[in-house]
């Protein structure tokens, strides 16, 4: 494993959704570290796609998410559990032209899950944002964790990101990033 660095990064946020945020266990965590991994690529300038699990029923991506996201940010609609089985997202995913996949989302065992094992499948390297993850249930939160991590996806937190991203203290934007977490 490299470590994550902003040219080859993509951040690929899943369905984070009013009522999927709502049912989940850990709510308030998982907004609050979305957000900060959110702004710090906006800061970094680190593309970012966005799904939205058949929003007619759960709801667009929550609005303080929004709020963090900067205008060029994608959004797509999907209904299929995989965001990749939806060939508009993974055309925009290879369009990028980043290896590194930033994922995190709703729900951790189902739609982050399945679209982590995908990326992987086709060669890209997968980190998991745990703390920016959720489920309804914390054991199905962790059985998705442990599941990614078998396949081969990587396992961080936000704060893991953000650091590899600046690399140390003298990257132009460290202390706006680090601000991002006090």
Known sequence: MTLLNVDESLVLIIDIQDKLLNAAFNKETLEKKACTVSKAASILNIPVIVTEQYPKGLGSTIEPLKNCLNKDTLYFEKTAFSALEDSSILKSIKEHNRKKIVIFGIETHI???????????????????QDACGSRAETEYKAGLERMKANGAYILTAEIALFEWLKGAKHPNFKEVQALIK
């Open 111 to 129: 739609c982050v899950s399945q679209t982590a094992e995908a990326l992987i499948n086709l060669g890209y390297e997968v980190s998991v944002i």
